[in-house]
């Protein structure tokens, strides 16, 4: 889903909170997907706490924080530990043994003092620029990509989850249109003026079933469990849903007055 919204800046939530190491060297792998996407690069923002030795060596740059939430460092990974070394008191890797740079990272943390401290402001704390010609406009794929997507979910939605459903709603499209078809079979016969207005709208309301409960019956999944507030603030623009929508919305405009 993330490399299908194309998106510049990505942020996380302990990505790997409940996941053991192999899945997340999985995970790692696929944010570095992400964040060399052939779209544009990616930057990508996490918190995580307290990671392995082998998913620390793959972040660029950290921001430490002591444990009462004062900056401790912020720069490049491979200059923390140095750092914090420093301004930690005493150091307690002196006297216990510890495996890795990690751990001796979250170790020095816990002397460290409750001020702001360094932050690193040179050209090269720049991650990823993104290119003029993506700050300029979006490109094509940008644009389309999201919209093949959502109508490719809604479409595997409608023929797994709803399936039953959307034959009911065929068949009984099918067969109000025959009581219809019955009823002007016999007005034609013995015509009663009294019985066209109540025609008139079995018509009327079929028709409007068809082109306006469908399409509200598409959101049906993503408004219940808060999908789409979620996907609209942080990948799909609204107006890329709604031209989803409105196309696989198309298909009941079609079929139902057909089979009505």
Same mark, same amino acid.
């Given at each position: 889903m993330e490399i299908a919204a194309c998106p510049k800046l990505l942020l996380l939530d302990e990505p790997t909170s409940g996941l053991d190491s192999f899945i997340c060297e999985g995970l790692f792998s696929l944010l570095s997907l992400i964040k060399h996407n052939q779209d544009g690069p990616v930057n990508i923002i996490m918190v995580i706490h307290q990671p392995g030795q082998e998913l620390f060596n793959q972040i660029d740059h950290v921001l430490f924080f002591t444990p009462k939430c004062y900056l401790a460092y912020q720069g490049k990974r491979v200059n923390a530990l140095t750092f914090l070394k420093n301004i930690s008191r005493p150091y307690i890797s002196n006297a216990v043994p510890l495996l890795n740079t990690c751990d001796e990272c979250i170790y020095a943390l816990r002397n460290c003092p409750d001020i702001n401290h360094h932050v690193e402001t040179t050209d090269e704390?720049?991650?990823?620029?993104?290119? !003029?010609? !993506?700050?300029?406009?979006?490109?094509?794929?940008? *644009?389309?990509?999201?919209?093949?997507?959502? *109508?490719?979910?809604?479409?595997?939605?409608?023929?797994?989850?709803?399936?039953?459903?959307?034959?009911?709603?065929?068949? %009984?499209? !099918?067969?109000?249109?025959?009581?219809?078809?019955?009823?002007?079979? *016999?007005?034609?016969?013995?015509?009663?003026?009294? !019985?066209?207005?109540?025609?008139? $709208?079995?018509?009327?309301?079929? $028709?409007?079933?068809?082109?306006?409960? %469908?399409?509200?019956?598409?959101?049906?999944?993503? *408004?219940?469990?808060?999908? $789409?507030?979620?996907?609209?603030?942080?990948y799909y623009h609204p107006v890329q849903y709604w031209i989803a929508k409105t196309v696989v919305s198309s298909l009941y405009i079609v079929l139902h007055p057909l089979l009505f």
């Open positions: 704390f720049v991650l990823n620029p993104l290119p !003029l010609s !993506l700050c300029s406009c979006p490109t094509l794929s940008v *644009i389309l990509k999201p919209i093949v997507y959502l *109508i490719y979910r809604t479409m595997k939605q409608l023929c797994y989850r709803n399936c039953y459903t959307e034959m009911v709603y065929a068949i %009984s499209y !099918l067969l109000l249109g025959l009581l219809v078809g019955i009823l002007f079979d *016999i007005e034609t016969q013995s015509c009663n003026i009294d !019985l066209v207005p109540s025609i008139y $709208f079995m018509i009327s309301l079929a $028709f409007g079933a068809a082109t306006c409960v %469908s399409s509200q019956r598409l959101f049906g999944v993503e *408004i219940v469990n808060q999908t $789409f507030v979620r996907e609209s603030r942080n």
